[in-house]
């Protein structure tokens, strides 16, 4: 007569299909238990923070968000042993960048100024740029952008790009997500060089005729305007950008003055 041997072990966990699992945002992750036990599991079931989630070998988050990122348990229990059998599978939720930096900020001419560019992305933005409006030839590389001694050329708007490359569990090639964000950046500096156009003003007696009054760099804060005509400087004709004669007569010939000023100087 033979003798028939059983072994009796606790439950041996594998999860899967992948651990680390990776599912891009808006995805579904499906998340497989299998268990090895003798005898087998009277009890098998997925949890997360101690929370139950499910009793199957199988547990699946329908379009999955980045809250759902963490570690996933499944746990065996055949009643054989102190200790159930037990695995993790790490969920890492897939999302390109969103990008946000401060919508504006101000700065003195001479003066350093760093602009954070805040990114929230999984995995990390391979790359992080910055660039200069009407500027092609602008270009940092990044998170920070760093503007040293600041001149009133640099006034502009500056834009933040990342990129992630998205490449979920099993997918042969990854997907590339971008996103942006634009600082405005004020630099306060006294009105430039001012010519008044046109340069040659000739006008019609009886027609309206304008002349401007333009800076370069044309003053920040936005400056007044100082208008006046020869041998009458103490009478201001005006106070804008522009100076307009309704109906222009010749005994308003001569030579007129405009000077811009802010709080930071005149032009």
């Not at 201001?236 to 000077?259: D, K, M, P, W």
């Amino acid at each position: 007569m033979k003798n028939v041997c059983f072994f009796l072990d606790k439950p041996r966990v594998t999860v899967g299909p992948f651990n680390p699992l990776s599912v891009s945002i808006d995805g579904n992750a499906e998340m497989t238990c299998n268990v090895v036990s003798n005898p087998p599991a009277r009890s098998i079931r997925w949890m997360k923070n101690g929370q139950l989630l499910t009793n199957t070998n199988n547990h699946t988050i329908i379009r999955v968000k980045p809250d759902d990122s963490g570690k996933y348990d499944c746990i065996a229990d055949n009643g054989i042993g102190g200790t159930p059998g037990k695995e993790s599978l790490e969920l890492a939720v897939l999302h390109g960048p969103k990008v946000n930096v401060v919508p504006e900020r101000e700065a003195v001419t001479n003066d350093v100024l760093n602009v954070k560019c805040n990114i929230a992305s999984n995995p990390k933005p391979h790359t992080v740029i910055w660039q200069k409006e009407d500027d092609p030839y602008f270009k940092q590389v990044g998170t920070v952008l760093v503007l040293n001694q600041i001149r009133a050329e640099d006034s502009g708007n500056y834009m933040c790009i990342a990129t992630t490359n998205l490449k979920p569990s099993g997918a042969l090639e990854g997907v590339e997500k971008s996103d942006n964000a634009t600082v405005k950046i004020r630099v306060k500096h006294k009105p430039g060089e001012t010519e008044i156009f046109p340069m040659n003003p000739i006008a019609v007696a009886g027609k309206p005729f304008t002349l401007t009054c333009q800076s370069k760099p044309p003053g920040y804060p936005e400056p007044e305007y100082k208008w006046w005509r020869e041998g009458q400087e103490q009478q201001e004709l005006g106070r804008r950008i522009n100076y307009t004669f309704i109906a222009v007569h010749v005994s308003q010939e001569g030579r007129y003055f405009c000077e811009p000023f802010n709080a930071l100087g005149k032009g």
